[in-house]
Every structure is written in structure tokens, then in C-alpha cells.
């Protein structure tokens, strides 16, 4: 029988970009993809960023897409790039791309494009949750230590209602024994405090997931690990 727990919402936000999301490095990267010959290792932080973001504006959007993707996911072919970077301009990628795993790199990749090019992206849509979980024993809050992420998504899909889109798009990693798409979906979890049978959590997701949460303060659901 699965454990079951009492989960209080303690905040709820809406993000349109994440904090930190791009490094130094990664700005490195993208300008040298663009052919820029400066010397980049003497540019503070700021610097680097700025000039990535003019050098953006040398480029078409669709071309500028493709330099931040062919930067994120060296796995992916030029035709994909192409495909992707075109689709970027009319979709929201961060929710609709098939494989959720890439949709953290992608939400962050709408957020530094849309600032780049004033709007003609999508506006990302995220959320930052804090949230309390309590179970009858500490022993239930196991689950929290060997799958986090994994019992987390069961956690809170089955906090929502059957009809949910995470249900009809993921019942059987809910139901089953492993959930290899829970990253795609909880894209960052952290434990905030542990008091044996209680512990809080803050999370980052894609409001196409979780925000129905806004108006929801409190809710009993099960979840269980991965096995």
C-alpha cells in the first residue's frame, strides 16, 4: 500500500526565467559560434552577456534560435537545430517538444531570446513552488531519499484530478516503477528542511504542469519511488 501524505502549499510564484540559468562559459560558447574573434577572457560577466546579446542581433531570430541550440544540445543534427530554431518563433518548445527532458534548457532558451529580440518569442511561463509534505512516520519520507524527483511528479499529479494532462500524458510512470521523464518535469528540487515525518521542498516547473497549484492550499495524496 502506497504511503500517504498531507501536502501544504507555502508559496506559490510565477517565473519567466531562471536565476543563473547562463554561465560565463556559455556565453563564451555562444559567441565563439557566431565567429566572434574578440578576447573574451578579459570580459567581466556582464560584459560577456551583453555582448552575446548584441551579437544576437547581428543574426536573424531563427538564426539566433539555432546558435543557442546548437550551443545547449550538441546531440541534436543541423536539420533538427533548423527544424526546432523555425518552430521556436510560433510554438512554446519548453511545454510542446516531445522529449520533456529538454525542456528546462529550452524554457531558459526562450527567456534569453525573448529579451534579445523583444518579444517576437514566447513570454516562458514557470513556477516556483515551496511546499510542505507530512506523512503519519518518518519512515514514509523515504521516498524522498532515493527518487526525489520521481516521487515528487506522483506526488503532485496525484494531487491533481484524474483528467490532468501529466495523467493522460504519464499514467503509466504515475502508476509504475520507474519515471525516467520526471527531470523534464521537475526541473530542480531541493530539500529545505527535514523534521522526521515532515519536510519542505522548494521546486521549479513549467506552469503547463503544475499551475493549478495557485489556488490549492492544501491536499492529500499517495506517491511512491522508483523501484
Not at 563564451?28 to 577572457?41: N, P, Q, T
Not at 495557485?214 to 491536499?219: G, K, N, R, V
Request: include cysteine.
Amino acid at each position: 500500500m502506497q504511503p500517504k501524505f498531507t501536502v501544504q502549499i507555502d508559496s506559490f510564484k510565477k517565473i519567466k526565467q531562471i536565476d543563473n540559468a547562463w554561465s560565463d562559459s556559455d556565453y563564451k560558447a555562444m559567441l565563439a559560434l557566431m565567429g566572434f574573434d574578440d578576447d573574451v577572457e578579459a570580459m567581466s560577466s556582464s560584459e560577456l552577456r551583453e555582448m552575446c546579446m548584441m551579437s544576437f542581433n547581428d543574426q536573424t531570430p531563427q538564426e539566433a534560435a539555432a546558435i543557442v541550440l546548437t550551443h545547449l544540445f550538441p546531440e541534436l543534427t543541423e536539420g533538427k537545430v533548423d527544424q526546432i530554431s523555425h518552430d521556436m518563433l510560433d510554438d512554446r518548445a519548453w511545454e510542446q517538444y516531445p522529449n520533456c527532458l529538454y525542456h528546462e534548457s529550452l524554457f531558459s532558451a526562450y527567456a534569453l531570446l525573448r529579451e534579445a529580440f523583444n518579444g517576437t518569442f514566447a513570454q516562458p511561463t514557470g513556477v516556483a513552488l515551496e511546499l510542505t509534505v507530512s506523512a503519519a512516520n518518518d519512515e514514509d519520507m523515504e521516498i524522498f531519499d532515493t527518487s526525489p524527483q520521481s516521487a515528487m511528479v506522483r506526488l503532485l499529479a496525484n494531487g491533481q484530478s484524474e483528467d490532468a494532462l501529466i495523467h493522460r500524458l504519464y499514467e503509466d510512470q504515475i502508476q509504475g516503477d520507474t519515471f525516467a521523464e520526471a527531470p523534464g518535469i521537475i526541473w530542480q528540487l531541493q530539500q529545505i528542511t527535514d523534521n522526521g515525518s515532515s519536510r519542505q521542498f522548494s521546486l521549479l516547473s513549467s506552469e503547463f504542469w503544475f499551475g493549478s497549484f495557485e489556488d490549492i492550499e492544501t491536499f492529500e495524496a499517495t506517491s511512491h519511488a522508483d523501484s
